[in-house]
């Protein structure tokens, strides 16, 4: 599966070399700090509409180039990347399982870092 916050990011970070702009420019332009941009940029942090249009209006490109999935993106999903190579109908079925496997290690660990934010003291 393509990470999309990660291709959004990238194609972000194209069109700023292109323009030969940097991010401490966008962090400005958003009104933001540096770490916020980092974070957007390097896929950790999700970019919501109202940002990537700003971002599209800083850059002076449309939405829909910073959200264009590339041709040479990977697809990410082990049961899509190999599932031509494969011959037999067990081979088949493991990586199915290995795929339904990465996906709960990865929600498990989600939770688990979700549930430690919670636990938190909130100041009030």
Known sequence: MIDMNRMIAGNILTILRQQNKKQIDLAEALQTNKQTISKMLNGARMINAVELKQIAEFLGVRMEELVKVQ????????????????????????????????????????????????????DC
Not at 94 to 118: C, P, Q, T, Y
């Open 71 to 122: 041709r040479n993106e990977m697809d990410t999903d082990l049961v899509h990347a190999f599932m031509g190579k494969v011959d037999s109908e067990q081979a088949r079925n493991a990586l199915e399982i290995a795929d339904k496997l990465s996906d709960m290690i990865l929600f498990h660990r989600k939770v688990r870092e979700n549930g430690s934010a919670m636990m938190e003291v909130w």
